[in-house]
């Protein structure tokens, strides 16, 4: 999961197995909330989002789950392949004028 | 496909620069973004516009102003570049009512 400081929390995961991510948010009246995946040398690329009425939401191979109570979003990856390596952000964007903020980002490793 | 375009790569100031930071996207998208990323810290939102001539503080103004004259494109001036401004820089855009941000590749500025 995600954590305040300077490390970057990594997950290490075997090839083919399922990969799960986890984030605590802190705005309650955030609207959206949104993963993106940012591989080495890129900006970070969009994912999936889930709406704050919504409890889950699929894509293909990934899931985004949200607690509200707890305020804490979770995406899984199934069947992780090498290509999915990267740092993986949650991001929530509240309304008004849209501003979107992330956290800190978790590190994914596939291992072969 | 979206594109967003920011003006250098890599750049390399001094301690009291005036710099700017350019970024253009071609997708009409009436957000656009400055983010800043440090290791272990994320990407922090500086600035963000929703509009022409609109310009909203983010997390992190301190040092840096913004400049959005046409809809297409998003500055980001540090008005004396200082060491603990090195940093990578992401802009973003996102159309209005849209969760998913589209963003440019990144430009790396050291100060020295």
Known sequence: GESVGLHLPTLSVQEGDNSIINCAYSNSASDYFIWYKQESGKGPQFIIDIRSNMDKRQGQRVTVLLNKTVKHLSLQIAATQPGDSAVYFCAERTGGYQKVTFGIGTKLQVIP | ?112
């Open chain 2, 1 to 112: 496909d979206v594109k967003v375009t920011q003006s250098s790569r890599y750049l390399v100031k001094r301690t009291g620069e005036k710099v700017f930071l350019e970024c253009v996207q071609d997708m009409d998208h009436e957000n656009m973004f400055w983010y800043r990323q440090d290791p272990g810290l994320g990407l922090r939102l500086i600035y963000f516009s929703y509009d022409v001539k609109m310009k909203e503080k983010g997390d992190i103004p301190e040092g840096y102003s913004v400049s959005r004259e046409k809809k297409e494109r998003f500055s980001l001036i540090l008005e004396s570049a200082s060491t603990n401004q090195t940093s990578m820089y992401l802009c973003a855009s996102s159309p209005s009512g849209q969760s998913e941000a589209f963003f440019g590749q990144g430009t790396r500025l050291t100060v020295v």
